[in-house]
T-cell receptor, first 112, second 111 residues
Framework: DGGITQSPKYLFRKEGQNVTLSCEQNLNHDAMYWYRQDPGQGLRLIYYSQIVNDFQKGDIAEGYSVSREKKESFPLTVTSAQKNPTAFYLC???????????FGDGTRLSIL | SQQGEEDPQALSIQEGENATMNCSYKTSINNLQWYRQNSGRGLVHLILIRSNEREKHSGRLRVTLDTSKKSSSLLITASRAADTASYFCATDRSNDYKLSFGAGTTVTVRA
């Protein structure tokens, strides 16, 4: 079955530490996205990538970094510069042309 | 940036009743999409309605779009306990496949 896999499901970060969230898709989608969701709120776009080796900042990119070395993979690093990283992180992918986005089941990041 | 705003923020209904939620947005769009999110899970796509369409149906779901009022509504008929979830509208404004999500409507269906 095709889909998007996010790992880990839960992640804890210590002060000053960088952590990396994994997102893998086998849907053959060109575009991939990272969103942040805070309690009771909608999704805010962190970074997105429309093609391998290219990505753009979203609305809240500060303190985050990404890479897109393979079509299937779009890892997100939450750096120590992100002072309020506690949130639910969602990865999505889509094909070109007004198609819906497919979402993974998220990673919940907390501070130790 | 968040463009869509859902109304109401929360809705509690009895099983079998209909649930209606609304979404308003600010700028012109290519399409508007509705998603459902169960607690602690990712979003699941429900319906996509294009800017030149006025109404779409999918099973017990009915979506309308009024581009002159920049608003959309999602109707769930004959609700079930399994419909308990948060519902989000998302607008596609440009050709770079980015979506802008609202804050969502939390629907609770009581048995």
């Amino acid at each position: 079955d095709g889909g998007i896999t996010q790992s880990p499901k839960y992640l804890f970060r210590k002060e000053g530490q960088n952590v990396t969230l994994s997102c893998e898709q086998n849907l053959n989608h060109d575009a991939m996205y990272w969103y942040r969701q805070d309690p009771g709120q909608g999704l805010r776009l962190i970074y997105y990538s429309q093609i391998v080796n290219d990505f753009q900042k979203g609305d809240i990119a500060e303190g985050y970094s990404v890479s897109r070395e393979k079509k299937e993979s779009f890892p997100l690093t939450v750096t120590s510069a992100q002072k309020n990283p506690t949130a639910f992180y969602l990865c999505a992918s889509t094909s070109p042309g007004n198609q819906p986005q497919h979402f993974g089941d998220g990673t919940r990041l907390s501070i130790l | 940036s968040q463009q869509g705003e859902e109304d109401p923020q929360a809705l509690s209904i009895q099983e079998g009743e209909n649930a209606t939620m609304n979404c308003s947005y600010k700028t012109s769009i290519n399409n508007l999409q509705w998603y459902r999110q169960n607690s602690g899970r990712g979003l699941v796509h429900l319906i996509l309605i294009r800017s030149n369409e006025r109404e779409k149906h999918s099973g017990r779901l009915r979506v309308t779009l009024d581009t002159s009022k920049k608003s959309s509504s999602l109707l769930i008929t004959a609700s079930r306990a399994a419909d308990t979830a948060s519902y989000f509208c998302a607008t596609d404004r440009s050709n770079d496949y980015k979506l802008s999500f609202g804050a969502g409507t939390t629907v609770t269906v009581r048995a």
